[in-house]
């Protein structure tokens, strides 16, 4: 089976960075993703990781350690529209390429 | 280049009816997977249409059933609805089905059942 964790909510101020955590245990790893959702509306894309290390895409970044079954999305310079709730998803083994979702982390940016 | 379109965006039932909801994949693109997202809770995999076959299938009952058409668009149906299957429903589609290919979701279609 497949199982994920990340926290439920966090709160950070305008113009900080802050780290999401996201631990997990898969049976078969075929790369992890990190998806936004603002309420009311559909998943976006932010992330992609197959490798261990560091991916930077602008404002937000994020790391794998496969060995360690950890990952995490890290967003600087918050801005107020990135009020949301952060996804984390694993690609496990297997012919589909589905994703098992957490739970989502709740992003709450304040002045 | 068309995104990924779902119809009904909310829809209204009572238990025991059934329901089908519907969805466009972007275009080139040949797989489209189906997920249930209820209130506060990751999107749960329901399953996944490659070239008109299913392609992987969730912990779902059978009640739950699909179907993809040569366009690549694709149905999801629910038979004897229950109150737990009031979600959000959202489809995804993605250009093949290897392990780095970017799945881009819909809206989503919010069911309630009463």
């Known amino acids: 089976g497949q199982n994920i964790d990340q926290p439920t909510e966090m709160t950070a101020t305008e113009g900080a960075i802050v780290q999401i955590n996201c631990t997990y245990q898969?049976?078969?790893?075929?790369?992890l993703f990190w998806y936004q959702q603002h309420a009311g509306e559909a998943p976006t894309f932010l992330s992609y990781?197959?490798?261990?290390g560091l991916e930077e895409k602008g404002r937000f970044s994020s790391f794998l350690s496969r060995s360690k079954g950890y990952s995490y999305l890290l967003l600087k310079e918050l801005q107020m529209k990135d009020s949301a709730s952060y996804l984390c998803?694993?690609?496990?083994?297997?012919?589909?390429?589905?994703?098992?979702f957490g739970t989502g982390t709740r992003l709450q940016v304040t002045l | 280049e068309t995104g990924v379109t779902q119809s009904p965006t909310h829809l209204i039932k009572t238990r025991g009816q059934q329901v089908t909801l519907r969805c466009s994949s972007q275009?080139?693109?040949?797989?489209v997977s189906w997920y249930q997202q209820a209130l506060g809770q990751g999107p749960q995999f329901i399953f996944q249409?490659?070239?008109?076959?299913?392609?992987g299938r969730g912990n779902f009952p059978p009640r739950f059933s699909g179907l993809q058409f040569p366009n690549y668009s694709s149905e999801l149906n629910v038979n004897a609805l229950e109150l737990d299957d009031s979600a959000l429903y959202l489809c995804?589609?993605?250009?093949?089905?290897?392990?780095?290919?970017?799945?881009?979701f819909g809206p989503g279609t919010r069911l309630t059942v009463l």
């Open positions: 249409y490659y070239r008109e076959e299913e392609n």
């Open positions: 998803a694993v690609r496990g083994a297997g012919t589909a390429s589905k994703l098992t």
């Open positions: 995804a589609s993605s250009l093949g089905t290897a392990s780095y290919n970017e799945q881009f």
């Open positions: 990781n197959v490798l261990d």
């Open positions: 898969t049976s078969g790893f075929n790369g």
């Open positions: 275009s080139g693109h040949n797989t």
